[in-house]
């Protein structure tokens, strides 16, 4: 399957990769009636794959440089979507594309919320710090993967509670966090991260 990316990984893939990089149209978004833009968000890293898709798909393709690639990936998350890195077997079965997915428009993550398993967990999973949380349910709302409950606090307030099977790693939550009470920690029940190096990467 597919394998989920927070922000920090997905970056050191493309600086890892900075001689051959380009955007593509998000074929799903692509097939949507009322799709959500950009649709140049998907990331091809690598070649023969990238010059194959910038001959054979000109007007839906472009080269761009490490920092365009970055920023992309950024805008991304902040809009509370998700990386997801591509492999196959063609290229020796290593990722090929990031694609920055949301999940109205993605069929991947459609599915899994739907209980059909095509994505695979970043290694990671969101940790609460409760002194820090304002309250304000901003991550039970932005979760892409519907993982983060509101529950009720000793003083009635709403506190998180991370369902953490559901919790694939995005960081989404931890990104878009206002008072930065969640973070992502290595969970040794799930996948090796993609990337190493990084005991916990950073969202923000």
Do not use: W
């Not at 890293?45 to 007007?59: A, K, Q, R, W």
């Not at 902040?78 to 990722?95: D, I, P, Q, T």
């Not at 090929?96 to 990671?124: D, E, H, K, T």
């Amino acid at each position: 399957p597919e394998q989920v990316l927070p922000y920090a990984l997905a970056r050191d893939i493309i600086l890892d990769n900075p001689a051959d990089l380009a955007l593509f149209d998000c074929p799903c978004r692509a097939t949507m009636e009322n799709p959500c833009l950009p649709l140049d968000v998907c990331i091809i890293v690598g070649n023969p794959i990238v010059d194959f898709v910038l001959e054979h798909h000109p007007s839906k393709s472009r080269r761009i440089t490490p920092e365009e690639a970055v920023a992309v990936v950024e805008a991304s998350h902040k809009r509370g979507h998700v990386s997801h890195a591509f492999f196959k077997e063609a290229v020796l079965g290593r990722y090929y594309a990031i694609c920055n997915c949301c999940s109205c428009c993605c069929g991947a993550m459609q599915a899994q919320r739907n209980g059909v398993p095509m994505l695979a967990s970043s290694g990671y999973v969101a940790a609460l710090a409760p002194e820090q949380c304002l309250h304000c349910g901003l991550c039970a709302k932005k979760c892409p993967f519907s993982a983060i409950a509101l529950t009720k606090d000793t003083s009635e307030k709403p506190l998180p509670h991370i369902e953490e099977e559901a919790c694939l790693g995005c960081g989404i939550c931890a990104l878009l966090c206002p008072g930065q009470a969640l973070r992502l920690i290595r969970d040794p029940a799930k996948p090796a991260p993609l990337a190493t190096g990084l005991e916990t990467p950073e969202t923000g």
